[in-house]
């Protein structure tokens, strides 16, 4: 879609929905996983909202959901409670939503998140939230997909799962930015704990809320409606979903001039297959969720003394570990980023491997560059890679000694991966050292040792050799790789000393 | 109500559209005759309820909940959940895995 | 030969001297049932064959020796509110008839574990919202004492049960008053304890903040037996307390020493039967003659607890109700188009009339732009309610009214006039908006002969006083013995 007026201003606000990590769900003690293979067979009177069943909180559940607020700044609450949303739906048994309306566990808190993606000049934009509460999920509807009118099925293995829902102020002014945003926070809460945020099985999701700031032929500043995108559930889909929407508001505000019939706030879904959105809701069906207070659950103290004890017990969190790897360690903002936003367990194998070979900036370039490569070929996760961090410092140790080469380096660490991890137990050093013996790795630093193997190649090679004394510096060049191919350790500089040496002589 | 400085009336007359529109927001099919007497019987009982209009609630904390409880948690340990069929036994409408309703075309339009 | 009108300690000791097994009472009851039920209407679900073998059971058990439960083979009627596991659970609604709860409710539970024999499941207004029993889409109860008249309720059937001796105990649930006003119309005891007394898990909710599970017996000491198994610390239920249980009946022999007994004689509204504001009267002369100081309160915001309550409770039973939509469990309509008429048609056509009114009067007044003039302002009178009570408590130990302004009514008097129905609750629903103990217990009966209770209030978990004042009355005036007609012509 083109884009016929500007200049505008771009209003996002994202509600993220993250499930929280706990054994059971949130009000009983069914087992929160998910299990889309056996429908219906995590329930229990009380999360089928049977007759008679009633909720009980689960501490576990409020316990994350404060970290979570503490690791984004938030206020936590002195006193907490519980509310119903009330809406028909028919994965939600009760026809309520046990949510929390007017006093939530935390309030405000912010985000910073980064610009743009590269440069050390990066700047970071503060993302505000209103605030952050704990809810119930609700089930799963499966739709006949195949438009013949068939009923849809439920499955309440997820009905009452904890969910902790975030909601941002409108402070995010692009898709892109609001992904980011997206990924900072999926980022964190696993970082905490609080969440595995696989979106593949839902358990981070968001809602957007965006309008435009358009001016008119007038020059008159006009606010489109507000348009909330129900369910985005991928980072490439709450880009594209609103990059989608940027595009309809500009062009329905050309043609409306900005004169809007309608006012209301819209909701509208997405659909990934078209790349579009769509209307959902309509006005006359606004939402009146009656809230009241859930009068089966009691009001909650979260003692100060609570609060204090969570606040020390979280970890370094992901955006102060990279400003440190940028302060202390020397890193390029660009690789902290790459290294901090790929999880705190490549975070914590950096660090291992940065401290014990006592180089991180090479340590860096191997981790973003090498492992990384590798992890993502063999579709891995840090902790199953073959080389841990032992291994690398231990590699990466003996090119700053001058051990090794950085491509000998390079055939020792494949060698390493391709090792039978049955085989025989034997340190990572003695390991090391076989592969550099086999292989004849060893730097030859010794330029003795060069001159037999100068001589043969030379000899074998007169029309080369004359070229060069000819004057034609390039025909060394061809000298030099078969030198290097013989002499697998040698420096390719010494090399080609000896050889201008000799052929100069 | 007394503790609101608001003059006019908050409570509007319980006209017969507000009748269907609260029914329709409580998913309650009603008869004409029932929207007939809900009506009038509902117009005479939150004409009775005014009377709270009298009392003074300046300052006053509502009830909420149980008296004097507060922070009841549970510990995040599982307990036995019901079998599939257990689940599914009051089900006016199962396929023996999954609850049945009719098509919901347009996902949360209603 | 025992029967279920002996009272429960004298049927415990006639099951343990061997003069009966609890499979002859259970057997008697059942007759009792099979007698007059079809006149009275008590029950929803007799469970004859499991409650049989269940009573055989106990008896094998005791034969062996083995220590039995407190109930030991009593048989107890169990309202139709209370999930039972294997047993029908209707809520006496056409919503949830045929189903079968997975679950036991908490007190079901601990019924099976004292040993009680549970005979059936008692009929009761619609999803306990009425005063007659009337509102069962099943047909009425009748108070045992007069077929034209009405058993009261909710729990109308648990106290007809009781009082047609067709049980010996029963259990109902009383949100503002569906214990105490059955038990007044029916000349029985019946207790409702302090919120969060019972667990109310397994009790299908009508109004959250005000149900409470209580016990039916025909006298105090089969009240305090029944709530010694029922009452308990359920973790399962957030606004259950975690208070100890007192051996109730250990204290009930002993008077209480300068009993201060408070009347709120303003409270005491136009409409009170001549009858009833003599039995009251009478019972205040009792408690005076037996060395009570009688003390006038005051109770400035007792005016206001029936607006309070038709907002606080409708409120909470349309959110409640919300459940039934034909989706997971209960009644679907055959006929609809789509999933919105689904849900609109299913419970249009599946809950009474009385039913849809409150929840149409809930929804409203939760519904955006009213919350704040109905549902909160409710909530804060609320506040004042109780902390009358509390108030009043400091000068006084129980407090004695009314149940009801009127002896039994005839069935169909207040159909028709919803508003006139709810004026009626008046003296039993203060007590489950301030979250008291309350207990009704025969004082005496109308000129013509319908039964009439007096309320007594206590301060919260002061059940044990309740008994005690309520026991010194039963000791003096003997009402409890009288029985019904009907039930002394069949045995
Ligand atoms: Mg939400
Ligand atoms: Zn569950």
């Known amino acids: 879609m083109t884009a016929p007026c500007s200049p505008a201003t771009t209003i996002i606000g994202l509600e993220v929905h993250v499930q929280l990590l706990t054994e059971t769900k949130i009000f009983c003690g069914c087992l929160n996983r998910f299990n889309p293979e056996e429908p219906n067979v995590q329930t229990c009177p009380v999360c089928l909202g049977l007759p008679g069943a009633l909720p009980v909180m689960n501490r576990r559940a409020l316990e994350l959901a404060i970290r979570a607020g503490l690791a984004l700044s938030g206020t936590i609450a002195g006193t907490t409670k519980w509310d119903r949303k009330q809406y028909y739906y ?160 500009r062009q329905e505000f050309a043609e409306c001039g900005g004169v809007y019939a309608d006012s209301e706030k819209q909701t509208r879904g997405w659909d990934a297959d078209r790349g579009v959105t769509f209307a959902q809701r309509g006005k006359e069906d606004a939402a009146d969720y009656r809230y009241f207070p859930d009068p089966d659950l009691v009001p909650v103290q979260i003692a100060a003394e609570w609060i204090e004890e969570l606040r020390t017990g979280l970890c370094e969190l992901p955006a102060a570990r990279r400003q440190r790897l940028v302060d202390d360690l020397k890193l390029s903002r660009y690789d902290a980023s790459v290294i901090i936003d790929q999880g705190r367990d490549l975070a914590d194998y950096f660090e291992a491997v940065a401290q014990r070979c006592g180089d991180p900036k090479r340590a860096a370039n191997w981790v973003t560059q090498d492992v990384l490569r590798e992890l993502n070929d063999r579709g891995q996760a840090i902790g199953d890679f073959a080389i841990d961090a032992d291994g690398l410092a231990a590699i990466l140790a ?105 052929l100069s002589s | 109500m007394s503790d609101s400085s608001q003059a006019e009336p908050l409570v509007p007359e319980l006209t017969r559209d507000v009748v269907l529109k609260v029914a329709r927001l409580a998913r309650l099919h009603l008869a004409e005759s029932e929207v007939e007497s809900f009506t009038s019987q509902l117009t005479q009982i939150l004409d009775y309820v005014g009377v709270l209009d009298e009392a003074d609630t300046e300052g006053v904390e509502p009830v909420a909940g149980a008296m004097g409880l507060n922070s009841v948690l549970r510990e995040d340990l599982p307990t036995t959940s019901l079998s599939r069929d257990d689940a599914l036994s009051g089900a006016p409408h199962h396929d023996g895995s999954y609850f049945l309703v009719p098509p919901i075309l347009d996902p949360r339009a209603e | 030969m025992a029967t279920a009108l002996e009272s429960s300690a004298t049927l415990l000791d006639q099951l343990t001297d061997g003069q009966t097994t609890s499979l002859r009472l259970t057997q008697d009851c059942l007759d009792r049932i099979a007698a007059h039920d079809t006149a009275i209407g008590a029950f929803l679900h007799v469970d004859s064959e499991p409650a049989l073998a269940a009573a055989a059971a106990i008896d094998r058990r005791r034969e062996a020796g083995e220590p039995l439960g407190l109930l030991a083979g009593l048989p107890v009627a169990v309202k139709d509110v209370l999930a039972t596991r294997g047993q029908p ?8 008839q045929g189903w079968v709860p997975p679950y036991d409710a908490h007190v079901v539970e601990r019924l099976r574990r004292a040993d009680a024999v549970l005979i059936g499941k008692t009929n009761m207004d619609e999803f306990a919202m009425g005063s007659t029993t009337e509102n069962s889409a099943f047909g009425p109860t009748r108070t045992p004492w007069r077929l034209d008249c009405a058993a009261g309720g909710s729990s109308g059937g648990s106290a007809a049960a009781v009082a047609a001796g067709m049980a010996p105990l029963a259990v109902g649930s009383d949100t503002g008053g569906s214990i105490r006003q059955p038990a007044s119309f029916c000349g029985v005891v019946g207790l409702k304890p302090t919120y969060g007394r019972v667990s ?43 208070e100890p249980v007192p051996a109730y009946r250990d204290q009930l022999e002993r008077p209480l020493d300068a009993l201060r007994v408070g009347i709120c004689r303003d409270h005491f509204t136009e409409g009170l039967d001549k009858d009833v504001d003599e039995a009251v009267e009478a019972a205040i002369d009792v408690y005076r003659r037996l060395g009570a100081e009688i003390h006038d309160i005051q109770l400035p915001h007792a005016r206001f607890a029936v ?84 108030q009043a408590f400091t000068s006084v130990d129980v407090i004695a009214s009314p149940v009801a302004p009127t002896p039994a009514i ?54 044990s006083r309740l008994l005690q004042a309520a026991a010194m009355h039963e000791r003096e005036t003997q009402w409890h013995l009288r029985r019904p007609p009907l039930a002394e012509d069949s045995s």
């Open chain 1, 90 to 249: 028919p994965d939600l048994p009760k026809a309520y939503q046990i949510s929390q309306f007017d006093l939530p566990f935390c309030d405000g808190g912010w985000m910073d998140v980064d610009d743009a993606d590269d440069g050390d000049e990066t700047q970071a934009s503060r993302i505000r939230l209103i605030r952050v509460h704990l809810e119930e999920d609700a089930g799963k509807n499966l739709h006949d997909e195949t438009q013949r009118g068939r009923d849809s099925r439920i499955d309440l293995n997820r009905a009452g799962t904890p969910l902790l829902e975030i909601v941002s102020e409108p402070d995010l002014r692009s898709a892109a930015q609001s992904r980011r945003y997206l990924e900072e926070m999926r980022l964190l809460m696993v970082y905490l704990g609080v969440s595995d945020c696989n979106m593949q099985e839902g358990s981070l999701r968001c809602d957007a809320n965006i309008n435009l700031e358009l001016v008119n032929d007038d020059g008159v500043a006009i606010r489109t409606p507000i348009v909330e995108i129900k369910n985005l559930n991928s980072f490439r889909g709450v880009e594209a979903a609103l990059e989608y929407e940027i595009g309809r508001q």
């Open chain 1, 398 to 502: 003996r090119i700053a000694s001058g051990d090794l080469t950085t491509r000998s380096a390079r055939e020792v660490f494949t060698a390493l991966l391709d090792d039978d991890p049955e085989g025989e137990q034997v340190t990572v050093e003695a390991r090391i050292d076989e592969i550099i013996s086999d292989r004849g790795l060893a730097t030859i630093a010794d330029s003795g040792a060069l001159e037999p193997l100068i001589d043969a190649v030379i000899e074998r090679n007169p029309q080369a050799a004359a070229d060069f004394r000819g004057g034609k510096q390039a025909a060394i060049g061809k000298l030099i790789g078969e030198v290097m191919r013989e002499a697998k350790g040698a420096d390719p500089q010494s090399v080609r000393a000896a050889l201008i040496e000799r």
């Open chain 3, 89 to 96: 659970t209707t809520c006496a609604s056409r919503m949830l």
């Open chain 3, 200 to 242: 109310r898990y397994g009790l299908v909710a009508f109004a959250s903040s005000l149900d409470q599970v209580g016990p039916f017996s025909g006298d105090v000491r089969g009240a305090a037996l029944l709530l010694e198994v029922l009452a308990d610390h359920d973790p399962r239920d957030a606004t259950c307390a975690d």
């Open chain 3, 307 to 390: 607006a309070c309550y038709y907002l606080v409770a409708p409120s909470e039973a349309s959110s409640n109700l919300a459940r039934y939509d034909g989706v997971h469990y209960g009644a679907r309509s055959d006929d609809y188009d789509g999933l919105v008429d689904m849900y609109c048609r299913s419970r249009g056509e599946a809950f009474g009339a009385e039913v849809k009114r409150r929840i149409m009067l809930g929804t409203y007044a939760l519904s955006a732009g009213y919350y704040d003039a109905f549902y909160l302002k409710a909530q804060k009178v609320r506040r004042l309610i109780q902390q009358d009570y509390q």
């Open chain 3, 410 to 463: 005839p069935l169909g008097s207040l159909v028709s006039d919803p508003l006139q129905m709810y004026l009626a609750d008046t003296y039993t629903i203060s007590a489950n908006l301030a979250g008291l103990p309350g207990l009704s217990l025969p004082a005496g009966f109308s000129d013509d002969g319908r039964p009439i209770g007096l309320q007594l209030l206590a301060p919260p978990f002061q059940e």
